[in-house]
């Protein structure tokens, strides 16, 4: 592969830039430090320019809180101006970042998503008598700084933005030398771009047949179980030698059996909610209640919540679920919009 230089030129200019922050603003436009880079706004975009021209602009000003859902993560939130950099820069990257990824890599990409992946297992499911669930351990905490600048090396030559990139990657770790933070726009595409070379390894090495991953989550199919057994073991040498990750305990089941997989839970014949969805479910929209009582929340935002919800939920078979709950809320007018049906 080509690798591609004279990018920073196009990502300094003034109207990426300014496209970046419509992007990095957009659902957030009544925050505080949106509001004041707004107010200057002209000013702070030529002061992320010069910055990015001369290699000082500003990056780890990381703002850290955890959430639960459905287990702890710890979020690194980057400021206001250092988001703004970062679609500057996956404006002009992301095209690079993409031509490095097999079709079957769902996560933080155009066009794929959740419900493609969940799509994409479904066909496995009925097509294959195995599957293998595969999952890194700690896998954005684990990641090595020095073999992702490498990698990022084979695809881009432009040494001012491989310097940027160090910087970013720099800025934040677990471990010495270890971690990139999660809740970061380039960490998607770094993460993305890590586990590549096992994407490729799968499909062209070991030949298996239908694979599917989901930014860490991977599932493989066969209709021999020793096959299955044989790509687990590969895979897990490649993980830890060539990756210097680790797998979590591999999980090997009859198709007919099942497996959760990013929220639902699938086998051969159906797709359902997993336990933690369906409870997740059911305390959001209490929650999101509460929010539009307390006035935390608009009829607007709340309504967005409520249908995200609803579109995860109907992507399984959960008529029963979904119709317990209308049952229980019909005719309440906050609700008036909402997709229930």
Same mark, same amino acid.
């Given at each position: 592969?080509?690798?591609? $230089?004279?990018?920073?030129? #196009?990502?300094?200019?003034?109207?990426?830039?300014?496209?970046?922050?419509?992007?990095?603003?957009?659902?957030?436009?009544?925050? !505080?430090?949106?509001?004041?880079?707004?107010?200057?706004?002209?000013?702070?975009?030529?002061?992320?320019?010069? $910055?990015?021209?001369?290699?000082?602009?500003?990056?780890?000003?990381?703002?850290?809180?955890?959430?639960?859902?459905?287990?702890?993560?710890?979020?690194?939130?980057?400021?206001?101006?250092?988001?703004? +950099?970062?679609?500057?820069?996956?404006?002009?990257?992301?095209?690079?970042?993409?031509?490095?990824?097999?079709?079957?890599?769902?996560?933080?990409?155009?066009?794929?998503?959740?419900?493609?992946?969940?799509?994409?297992?479904?066909?496995?499911?009925?097509?294959?008598?195995?599957?293998?669930?595969?999952?890194?351990?700690?896998?954005?905490?684990?990641?090595?700084?020095?073999?992702?600048? $490498?990698?990022?090396?084979?695809?881009?030559?432009?040494?001012?933005?491989? #310097?940027?990139?160090?910087?970013?990657?720099?800025?934040?770790?677990?471990?010495? $030398?270890?971690?990139?933070?999660?809740?970061?726009?380039?960490?998607?595409?770094?993460?993305?771009?890590?586990?590549?070379?096992?994407?490729?390894?799968?499909?062209?090495?070991?030949?298996?047949?239908?694979?599917?991953?989901? +930014?860490?989550?991977?599932?493989?199919?066969?209709?021999?179980?020793?096959?299955?057994?044989?790509?687990?073991?590969?895979?897990?040498?490649?993980?830890?030698?060539?990756?210097?990750? !680790?797998?979590?305990?591999? #999980?090997?089941?009859?198709?007919?059996?099942?497996?959760?997989?990013?929220?639902?839970?699938?086998?051969?014949?159906?797709?359902?909610?997993?336990?933690?969805?369906?409870?997740?479910?059911?305390?959001?929209?209490?929650?999101?209640?509460?929010?539009?009582?307390?006035?935390?929340?608009?009829?607007?935002?709340?309504?967005? #919540?409520?249908?995200?919800?609803?579109?995860?939920?109907?992507?399984?078979?959960?008529?029963?679920?979904?119709?317990?709950?209308?049952?229980?809320?019909?005719?309440?007018?906050?609700?008036?919009?909402?997709?229930?049906?």
């Amino acid at each position: 592969m080509k690798r591609k $230089g004279n990018l920073m030129s #196009q990502i300094e200019s003034i109207d990426n830039i300014l496209l970046a922050y419509h992007q990095a603003r957009r659902g957030k436009t009544g925050k !505080k430090e949106v509001i004041k880079f707004s107010e200057n706004l002209y000013d702070n975009i030529l002061k992320i320019r010069d $910055g990015l021209r001369t290699g000082t602009v500003e990056i780890g000003n990381y703002h850290y809180f955890k959430i639960y859902d459905p287990k702890e993560r710890l979020i690194c939130a980057a400021s206001f101006p250092e988001r703004v +950099m970062h679609h500057a820069i996956m404006n002009v990257c992301k095209p690079r970042f993409e031509s490095n990824l097999i079709f079957d890599s769902y996560a933080s990409r155009s066009g794929k998503g959740v419900y493609a992946a969940i799509d994409r297992a479904r066909l496995g499911m009925a097509r294959y008598a195995y599957v293998a669930k595969l999952d890194v351990r700690k896998c954005f905490d684990s990641v090595s700084h020095e073999v992702l600048k $490498g990698l990022l090396r084979r695809i881009f030559k432009d040494q001012r933005l491989l #310097q940027l990139f160090d910087r970013i990657i720099d800025s934040y770790e677990v471990t010495p $030398g270890c971690g990139i933070p999660i809740g970061n726009l380039p960490s998607q595409y770094f993460m993305n771009l890590y586990l590549s070379p096992l994407d490729h390894y799968i499909k062209e090495v070991l030949l298996v047949p239908i694979y599917v991953r989901y +930014m860490d989550d991977k599932l493989l199919y066969d209709n021999d179980r020793e096959k299955v057994k044989e790509y687990v073991s590969s895979v897990t040498d490649f993980v830890e030698n060539v990756l210097r990750l !680790k797998l979590k305990t591999p #999980q090997i089941v009859k198709t007919e059996q099942g497996v959760s997989f990013l929220g639902y839970f699938i086998n051969k014949d159906n797709i359902l909610l997993n336990r933690r969805s369906k409870l997740r479910f059911k305390n959001k929209m209490i929650s999101y209640g509460q929010l539009l009582a307390d006035g935390v929340w608009s009829q607007e935002r709340y309504l967005h #919540q409520v249908n995200s919800l609803i579109a995860f939920a109907r992507k399984a078979n959960t008529y029963c679920l979904c119709n317990s709950i209308c049952s229980t809320i019909e005719g309440d007018s906050r609700l008036e919009g909402a997709a229930w049906r």
